[in-house]
């Protein structure tokens, strides 16, 4: 059966997935931020209602939900971590917006599905794997956003909202600048250095993630609920340099890009003094492990596994450079 929809985040790498999946069965509206270049939503014009209010202008968005009503309300749209936000704007954005649409869906019976993030167990978890019950991290200001949405959410559960919180790892997919790509890149360049004791990484496929949501949509869960959405199995960081260069060069890639550990800590190190967040992420992302307990949310999911699929992300890449 079809239904109304309300996402947010429309115009980012996840939600214009999520929304191309949702589309296939229901209507969308998107809140997007005023001014949004008209290319990052060129796929939706003839398809989606489109609202303009920035997530940070709280008044605006409480007028506009006072005369709004959805079936459901798909909730993707944040400040990322890194930007050179006021901390103000962030908590607007990832706190106080969460909340209003939070107290929205539960006045008018919408279903609310959160996107947040598996940061809340913190950049690289206190424990492998990490789990929903693993403890929370406030390691930057973004993720202590998260963490404080989560709670929003759940509070609101206990009076009768119905919500479920999804946690996607870092995605991967076409058409994404973050991470994956950057990855993919250093690569092409011969420009990445790994320590020489291997990582373990989590990756999410966005097609996993989108499936994640159409399928809540159809099948609400019980309030409450918490998932963690990342592909089937870790992998070695090591195996992923391998596959692009296989894919890129057809060899593997250069052991002589390992150095020691200790140039990571170093690196981390004087990133903290620095209290530079987005290099401190850069340098554990790729020098300590990070993965997760995915296997209840995976249950009704298909299975996806980073290698091959990865492949995606380097054959945009190969088209794009």
């Known amino acids: 059966m079809s239904k109304s929809i309300l996402i947010t985040g429309i115009s980012g790498f996840i939600g214009r997935n999520v929304a191309a999946a949702l589309l296939k069965k229901n209507t969308l509206t998107a809140l997007i931020r005023p001014g949004t270049d008209p290319r990052r939503i060129a796929q939706f014009k003839d398809s989606v209602t489109f609202v303009p ?36 704007a962030f908590f607007d954005a990832n706190v106080n917006a969460t909340e209003q649409l939070a107290i929205h869906a539960k006045e008018t019976g919408a279903q609310l599905l959160f996107c947040s993030s598996v940061g809340v167990l ?8 990490a789990s929903s ?13 998260k963490i404080q949405a989560e709670k929003i959410i759940q509070n609101y559960v206990l009076y009768g909202l119905n919500a479920a919180i999804i946690r996607p790892a870092i995605t991967y997919g076409p058409g994404d600048r973050g991470f994956p790509y950057t990855l993919t890149k250093l690569v092409d360049k011969k420009l990445l250095v790994l320590p020489k004791t291997d990582v373990i990484i989590h990756l999410t496929n966005v097609e996993l993630l989108a499936e994640a949501f159409v399928k809540l949509v159809d099948n609400p869960s019980p309030p409450g609920s918490e998932f963690i959405i990342a592909d089937n199995h870790p992998v070695s960081l090591k195996k992923l340099a391998d596959f ?9 890639y250069p052991a002589s890009r390992n150095i020691a550990d200790s140039w990571f800590s170093l690196g981390e190190k004087i990133a903290r003094l620095l209290k530079n967040e ?4 850069r340098f554990e992302l790729i020098s300590k492990s990070w993965y997760y307990d995915s296997d209840e949310s995976l249950k009704e999911l298909k299975h996806s596994e980073t290698i091959p699929g990865f492949r995606s992300v380097i054959q945009w890449y190969k088209n794009n450079r």
């Open 122 to 129: 913190g950049a690289i978890p206190k424990e492998l794997p």
């Open 53 to 88: 209010i920035d997530l940070t202008d709280i008044p605006a968005l409480t007028a506009y939900l006072q005369d709004a009503s959805f079936d459901a309300i798909v909730h993707i749209g944040a400040l990322r971590g890194g930007r050179k936000y006021p901390r103000s």
């Open 244 to 252: 692009i260069n296989q894919e890129l060069r057809g060899k593997e």
């Open 133 to 145: 019950k693993s403890p929370r991290q406030q390691d930057n200001y973004y993720h202590f956003t």
């Open 278 to 281: 987005l290099w401190i992420s």
